[in-house]
């Protein structure tokens, strides 16, 4: 035919399933993974397998993903049956559920599964450690194991490298970071989010909640940051609004927050009112975040604005560290931290020694030159 030549390559199109259910930060982090797939030169059709709350998050941002609900009411054999078109499934969920499901899945379709490995048992070491350490021992900084992020990246890449290798010639771990495809001009669309539009104001978001209470900075944390931050930019002679974020039990907890800081200080609280994707669109308006260890310091550096995080009781170096270059992680140096995993297990010393250290000078100095 006319146009083509005998050597001209056939571009490659392949459909993968990925399983990833987890939390919403989990889950923002995971796109990662869609940013990888994106630089293929021929996009491969995705279909994505979790839970109502987590596909509905994603249809908000990738509505090109094909989505299968996991519901109680739908058998895994129904669910399986769902897959017959796919090439292969990438697991990156990693535990003892998504085990079975992948492995059903191979004896039903006789295609490859790839799956992502957590490491279980590094956490669990530093874990153990930081229970006898107790408060006697000052720990030695450690060095950032990989993020999460890239774990699953690799994951990913591994698989295609098997199945498609002159697909990825030209693919980059490096560049593809968790991605949500936000722009400014999309808080226009939401008229709640008016306020955020002016143009001569610099907004700090604020997000003083968690997924546990436990992970939850005390109010006079946020309370102090927020003063001392308003000290260093009226020496600056600049000025900042605050929004704050979160959802409906976070509410209240802000108000806690807007009561005890300067009458100055302008400021408004989004929390409980918002859908996360309008949660998404307020925060790019932003000059920062400051936030807990939480679902909206992932979304904040999906949509590349840089998160302040407040690490408790959980740790940095389980590979949920910020990774934007003017994203920081702040923590306290206790022998005692990590208590947990997830940061769901009370303070044993009653006290939460973990953020009352927290150096709130530092904090604010490094948001009032963000500003």
């Known amino acids: 035919m006319k146009g083509q030549t005998t050597h001209q390559k056939k571009q490659v199109i392949f459909h993968i399933a990925i399983y990833k259910l987890s939390s919403i930060g989990d889950v923002t ?194 309370t102090q940051i927020i003063n001392q931050i308003e000290i260093l930019l009226k020496k600056k002679k600049h000025t900042f609004k605050l929004v704050f974020l979160g959802n409906k039990l976070d509410r209240q907890l802000s108000e806690l927050i807007i009561e005890k800081i300067s009458e100055d200080i302008d400021c408004i609280n989004l929390a409980g009112k918002l859908s996360l994707s309008q949660t998404s669109s307020a925060i790019k308006m932003c000059q920062c975040l400051l936030a807990n260890d939480s679902a909206l310091t992932h979304i904040a550096e999906a949509v590349d604005i840089p998160s302040i995080t407040l690490f408790g009781p959980t740790s940095e170096y389980f590979g949920f560290a910020p990774f934007r270059k003017k994203s920081k992680a702040f923590s306290s140096q206790l022998g005692c931290r990590p208590c947990s995993k997830h940061g769901e297990k009370s303070c044993r010393y009653k006290d939460r020694l973990c953020f009352t250290n927290l150096p709130v000078l530092e904090i604010s100095k490094y948001i009032s030159d963000l500003v």
């Open 29 to 222: 982090l995971s796109t990662a993974c869609i940013n990888l797939l994106q630089q293929l030169p021929s996009p491969p059709k995705i279909t994505w397998i979790a839970k109502k709350s987590t596909l509905s998050f994603l249809k908000n941002f990738f509505p090109q993903i094909n989505m299968i609900e996991l519901t109680k009411e739908k058998t895994l054999t129904t669910t399986i049956e769902e897959l017959k078109d796919v090439d292969f499934l990438v697991d990156l969920q990693g535990n003892l559920k998504s085990f079975f499901f992948r492995n059903f899945f191979w004896i039903r379709h006789k295609k490859n599964v790839y799956s992502f490995t957590r490491p279980r048992l590094d956490r669990n070491k530093i874990i153990i450690k930081s229970f006898f350490y107790g408060r006697s021992v000052v720990p030695i900084k450690r060095q950032s194991p990989q993020r999460q992020y890239e774990l699953m990246n690799q994951t990913l890449f591994k698989a295609l490298q098997f199945e498609f290798p002159e697909c990825i010639a030209k693919l980059s771990t490096e560049n593809a970071t968790p991605f949500l495809p936000v722009r400014k001009s999309d808080c226009s669309s939401y008229k709640i989010l008016s306020p955020l539009l002016s143009n001569n104001s610099n907004w700090i978001g604020i997000a003083p909640g968690a997924s546990y209470s436990t992970k939850r900075a005390p109010v006079f944390i946020f």
